[in-house]
């Protein structure tokens, strides 16, 4: 993970002004790397993810439809963009929730210690 830490920083010391850091930053990840970031830990914030992205692209089944999509680049990196945003948000709402659920935890096991 060092290895990838070092990559990071060192990408972003010598950006590009090209308007595609993002896209070669991730080219520049391992495999590893990119798999433990595409998945969520659970089951509810993967569901979750898939349900946004199934309404920005559109919520026609496809066992009963034949969806194709088509877009521009600039299009298909907001997309992106905008799965991204949410994965973050969802997992930090996840972490977040974890934590209050350990801080009740803690809470009721010191109060039943009293």
Known sequence: MNNELNRSQNFFNHE???GESLWKYVQSLS???ISQLSKPDSAEVFQVME???IGLLGNLPSEHFGVTVSTSRDHLGKLLASAMMSG???RNAEQR???EKSLQ???SSTQDEE
């Open 31 to 33: 495999p590893e790397t």
């Open 97 to 99: 929730l974890n934590f």
């Open 51 to 53: 349900r946004n992205i």
């Open 105 to 107: 935890a803690i809470n």
């Open 88 to 90: 973050y948000f969802l």
């Open 16 to 18: 590009n002004e090209t």
